[in-house]
């Protein structure tokens, strides 16, 4: 080969290396951007004053008085979209009957829509939902909210051999005539008057449970339930996987059940996640029953069998990278195999074990399928320590499964959805960057 | 004559013929009671079928210093790692005949091996200070001997960095970490850490092929100083360190022992033609 194509050949590689680099920065950019920017929607936004209205009668928060004139203001403009509802009220009793009945059906729809924008109507029975004893919390939401209001949603389905157009039509045109007509430019003009947008920072979303299935409220117990869950597996599968892989790499004869044991732990590694639920439902608790059903320490013991086949290979390396001059020294001293292992030995190793272990952590924190059937549920409050042995937990890696797909709301709390997928995420990045800032600090006070 | 007799007899005739090459009328005698401190009777040692050294016998008097030199491959090393049973790492490897240190069978079946290698130390071809502060590695030996009141182990790092000629070095720098120092003190720290846990005889594995020449007199001058209070022996490539550090040394060649003479005798007068050839460098 001459010069000239060995130089194209090295440039193309070069090419070909840099471009790859480049497509995967973009496709992880068009994962992570909407997570941030819409996960920090979950805390900070433009609320309103029903979210004030929220905070303080579900979590007792905030300052009463101050609130308290709020709604005096907010009020003194919806009392007169009230009047105009209850002013069409009566115009309707006065109607022809045809007129009334076509009259009727589209007022309601008005009436429920001025409902999701501000609230329960005054004489309306308090509803048995939170989500519905308040107006729209978010400025963004009422926006839309709004526009629901101002325009009906048609389908335009004239053409058969095309997909069906959606399109509005004004409501406002609709009740040409009547005094309602004067209600949607009213709601338009005053709607900051009557629900007083306010920059919000509410760092409640992390530390609070959540109200009426994560309608309101915090994701705390998801987050909690994610450590507890993360750290039990932990708590199990280290000490297991470190003696385990001290157990390979020192005092194993290599032979036929050796190398089997190996494979069989390699093979682990790789068995779908789903796989280690079922098996997690089958043995912990039905066979073991180490609780009555779904329970923290299930779930724990789960993933715990899960990673255990990642420290293992992860600590079984890193004894094996620890020179063999080490051992010799020690040896040499008079020092006896198990001092030598403890001393010299996992001392050295322990960068590469823990690096392993905090990788490990992540997965587990991140891993939805073993917990289906050992440990989550996808409403509940935080657990105590002490209910880690009987009770179920919400967990970040099954809420964001189920608010995506299980929730009846679902389309309404996409923001919540969001917050859970950044917590969770930062939660990964947050133990992966320890495990590297560990494994710097011990391996620069073993480099001297 | 009994057989009794007769074996004392051989024995005695055999000690004559060890003092003859350890206290030549020329050498400066040591103090002490010449005893013989490690003896092998026709010792082999096998990696799994290849016998790699092959029925050596020698008897190796105490607080002497002993050289092992021969070309590459020829069992000098193995023969050194069997003294404190190092090679019982590699798992293929075995022995036969005897192998006595202070009349006791190496390879015996009650041998108690953590206690032989406390009392036989080593140190290796490469610096091998343990990822721990200066203080630690000497203290090492000690604490996993039971001494753990730091005052006395205080005392015991003192001493050995003090015989192995690198206190003035390194005193002020105790807690930094060993693998901060320089390949030569590396090596010396070594010898201290060796020394901390009192041993009778000290092994040394090429102890100066990682070093430059300035490091390596240093190690010899080192060596010097412990002649008399301990049991050296020593295996290099190099056969002026030989010349200049040993008392005795031992000439092998493809796992046979073919001479152990005095050093001055070796290295002038050798008796087998194959020790001429190799110290001449006839023959690689």
């Known amino acids: 080969m001459n010069i000239g194509t060995r130089k194209i050949l090295d440039r193309s590689f070069t090419a070909v290396g840099i471009g790859s680099i480049i497509v995967m920065a973009l496709a992880l950019m068009f994962v992570v951007v909407p997570i941030v920017t819409n996960g920090i929607g979950a805390v900070f936004f433009t609320g309103t004053v029903e979210h004030r209205k929220m905070l303080f009668n579900e979590f007792k928060r905030g300052d009463s008085q101050g609130l308290s004139s709020e709604v005096a203001s907010s009020d003194r403009y919806r009392s007169k979209v009230y009047d105009m509802l209850t002013g069409f009220e009566a115009e309707l009793e006065t109607m022809a009957p045809e007129k009334k009945k076509e009259y009727k059906e589209k007022y309601a729809q008005v009436r429920s829509a001025v409902q999701a924008l501000l609230g329960p109507l005054p004489g309306d029975s308090t509803p048995m939902l939170t989500r519905f004893k308040y107006g729209q919390t978010r400025w963004e939401k009422a926006e839309e909210k709004l526009h629901d209001l101002l325009y009906e949603s048609k389908w335009d389905n004239s053409n058969p051999n095309v997909m069906s157009k959606e399109y509005f039509v004004s409501r406002a045109i609709g009740f040409e005539g009547t005094s309602l007509v004067k209600l949607f430019p009213y709601v338009k003009d005053n709607l900051e008057k009557m629900l007083l947008p306010d920059f919000t920072v509410y760092w409640g979303f992390i530390t609070d449970s959540s109200v009426d299935s994560h309608f309101f409220g915090g994701i705390w117990p998801e987050i909690q339930g994610t450590f507890f869950l993360a750290i039990g597996a932990m708590l199990f599968a280290f000490p297991l996987g470190v003696v385990a892989a001290v157990y390979f790499t020192e005092y194993a004869k290599p032979g036929f059940l050796n190398s089997m044991l190996r494979s069989a732990n390699s093979t682990l590694a790789g068995v779908p996640s789903i796989v280690f639920g079922m098996f997690g439902l089958a043995f912990f608790i039905n066979t073991m029953k180490v609780s009555e059903s779904k329970s923290v320490i299930a779930g724990a013991l789960t993933l715990a069998i899960m990673i255990l086949p990642t420290i293992i290979r992860a600590a079984e390396e890193a004894i094996l990278a620890v020179p063999k001059t080490y051992r010799e020294a020690s040896l040499s001293l008079g020092s006896t195999k198990w001092n030598t292992i403890a001393t010299v030995i996992l001392p050295a190793a322990l960068p590469g074990i823990l690096t392993g272990a905090v990788i490990s952590l992540g997965r587990a924190a991140g891993e939805t399928a073993p917990i289906i059937f050992t440990a989550a549920v996808s409403v509940g409050s935080a657990i105590g320590l002490a209910d880690v042995f009987s009770s179920p937990t919400p967990a970040l890696s099954w809420n964001i499964y189920n608010l995506a797909s299980e929730h009846e709301a679902a389309s309404q709390i996409r923001h919540v959805q969001y917050g859970m997928v950044l917590a969770l995420v930062s939660i990964v990045l947050l133990l992966n960057l320890s495990a590297i800032v560990l494994r710097a600090r011990i391996s620069k006070k073993l480099k001297g | ?284």
Request: charged share 25%; with cysteine; aromatic share 8%.
């Open chain 2, 1 to 284: 004559m009994t057989v009794d007799a007769k074996e004392t007899s051989e024995s005695a005739q055999l000690q004559k013929a060890t003092r003859d090459i350890y206290l030549p009328p020329e050498r400066k005698k040591i103090s002490g009671d010449d005893t013989i401190h490690i003896s092998a009777k026709e010792f082999s040692i096998y990696y799994g079928d290849f016998e790699a050294v092959k029925r050596v016998s020698v008897d190796i008097i105490s607080k002497y210093v002993t050289a092992i030199i021969g070309p590459s491959g020829c069992g000098k090393s193995t023969f050194l790692r069997a003294i404190n049973r190092m090679n019982d790492l590699i798992p293929s490897c075995h022995t036969t005949g005897a192998l006595l240190f202070d009349g006791e069978d190496v390879y015996g079946k009650f041998t108690d091996e953590v206690l032989l290698r406390k009392k036989v130390g080593m140190v290796f071809q490469k610096p091998n200070p343990f990822p721990k502060s200066i203080f630690d590695n000497i203290a090492y030996g000690p604490r996993l001997h039971g001494v753990n009141d730091k005052k006395k182990l205080m005392e015991i790092v003192e001493r050995s960095l003090k015989k192995a000629a690198i206190w003035d070095e390194v005193c002020d720098r105790l807690d930094k970490n060993a693998l901060g120092l320089s390949g030569g003190q590396q090596q010396r720290l070594c010898v201290a850490r060796t020394l901390a846990v009192e041993p009778e005889v000290l092994l040394l594995d090429e102890p100066t092929s990682a070093l430059d020449p300035k490091a390596t007199a240093k190690i010899e001058d080192l060596i010097q100083e412990l002649r008399g209070s301990y049991t050296i022996m020593i295996v290099t490539h190099n056969m002026q360190q030989a010349s200049r550090v040993s008392d005795s040394t031992m000439f092998f060649y493809e796992g046979v022992l073919v001479e152990h003479a005095s050093t001055a005798q070796l290295f002038t007068n050798p008796k087998d033609p194959m020790t001429e050839d190799y110290i001449t460098g006839r023959f690689s």
